[in-house]
Each structure stands twice: as C-alpha cells, then as structure tokens.
C-alpha cells in the first residue's frame, strides 16, 4: 500500500491566489521530504529539501520565498504555491527516505497537478 | 555533476516480446542507479537499484537490469512484456552523499506501450 500520500491530487487556482501542497507519510516518521516538480514531458526536477524543524533548503533557480516549505512534524511537509502564475502550472511530487529501508530508497507521493489560469 | 539520458520517450512492444529501455548516465564519482516506474494517478514505484554491488540487478516484476560502466549505460529489461507493464519508466541516479539527504537525479521518462 501506499507509504506516502499528497493532497490536493489536482488543483484549479486564479492566478495570484496561494496554493498548498500536502506530503504525509502515511506509517514511519519522515524526517528528509524532498519536493520534485515535473513539467510535461520533462524529468522530475528537485525543488528543494525539507528537514523536519529546520529551514528547507532550496535547489538553484528556486525562488524560496515563492515556494513555501514547512516541515513542521514528522509526517508532514508542506509546499505553497504563492502568488501562483500560469507558468507555475505544473505536476508537484514529494518524497522521503523510508528510515528502516536503505537510505537511497525514497517513497513518492502519487502527485499534485495544478493547473493556474 | 550527475545526469541521466533515457533514449526514447515511447516504446512500443507486443506482449509477449522483449521489453528494452535505455538508460545512460554521466557521474563524477560512482553512482548509485535506480528506475522506478509510475502508473497513471500513482506515485513513482522503485523497480530496481544499483549501489555497486553485483552489475547485474533483478527487480521486482520480472526486470533487470545491468550496470556496464565502460557504456556508461543501465538499460532496463524484461524478457516478456505483459500489458500490465505498461506504464511510465524513470532512470534516476543518486549523488550517494550518503545518510537520508540522497539527492535523485531523473531522465526525462519513457512511456512503455504493450500491445496484444
């Protein structure tokens, strides 16, 4: 069974307005949460790096204060859309290291599409 | 620097054939490789990995896949395709900083179509 859930699976938002993502490990404390986002067509590309009570650490060309990560509990990362555009449309995918597992395991949620208009 | 090429964004195989998808990778150090695949409204299920144990990989559903370092090259295969395979396959490589801080690095994905 699933091991990784995201919420929303799809969402629809005016441009300008905020939009958030859900990650939850489903059974095991996830401490890691990387946030991937995947243009069609294109590779997952890595977003940034979440840490359980710490800042997330975000990959170049990443506007941080654009794309909001909150890890605030172990089961639970968050990302915000904010002052989403059309160009912020896009397939939005976390996933975290299973800590029993090998840490070169990740578990992926099943993904977020938004759509902005 | 690590990067991954999958040759390929569609493949399409009769059930019953040969199942090949390429995969080759660019790594500064030893990498680690990985396919995964995703069906439709599904998160990205791991196939197969290789972390520089034996070259040749056996993953679950009947894959494999072998590790050639001198064709810098992981291709995916299986020997007889179901239409249950069809589905989207990523190759992906680990920067192995080791701990749970991994960084994946994905190909652009190949579509695999089985046909009766």
């Known amino acids: 069974g699933a091991v990784v859930s995201q919420h929303p699976s799809w969402v629809i938002c005016k441009s300008g307005t905020s939009v958030k993502i859900e990650c939850r490990s489903l059974?095991?404390?996830?401490?890691?949460m990387f946030w991937y986002r995947q243009f069609p067509k294109q590779s997952l590309m890595l977003m940034a790096t979440?840490?359980?009570?710490?800042?997330?650490?975000?990959e170049q060309g990443v506007e941080k204060d654009k794309f909001l990560i909150n890890h605030a509990s172990l089961t639970l990362s968050t990302l915000t859309v904010t002052s989403a555009h059309p160009e912020d449309s896009s397939f939005y995918i976390c996933?975290?290291?299973?800590?029993?597992?090998?840490?070169?395991?990740?578990?992926f949620g099943p993904g977020t599409r938004l759509t902005v208009l | 620097a690590q990067s991954v090429t999958q040759l390929g964004s569609h493949v399409s195989v009769s059930e019953g054939a040969l199942v090949l998808l390429r995969c080759n990778y660019s790594?500064?150090?030893?990498?680690?490789l990985f396919w995964y695949v995703q069906y439709p409204n599904q998160g990205l299920q791991l196939l197969l990995k290789?972390?520089?144990?034996?070259?040749l990989v056996k993953g679950i559903n009947g894959f494999e896949a072998e590790f050639k370092k001198s064709e810098t090259s992981f291709h995916l295969t299986k020997p007889s395709a179901h239409m249950s395979d069809a589905a989207e396959y990523f190759c992906?490589?680990?920067?192995?900083?080791?701990?749970?801080?991994?960084?994946?690095?994905f190909g652009t994905g190949t579509r695999l179509q089985v046909t009766l």
């Open positions: 996933s975290t290291p299973r800590p029993s597992g090998s840490t070169d395991t990740q578990y």
């Open positions: 059974d095991f404390q996830a401490t890691t």
């Open positions: 979440s840490n359980e009570g710490s800042k997330a650490t975000y």
């Open positions: 790594s500064s150090v030893p990498p680690y």
């Open positions: 290789y972390t520089s144990a034996a070259t």
């Open positions: 992906a490589v680990s920067d192995r900083r080791g701990g749970t801080a991994s960084k994946l690095t």
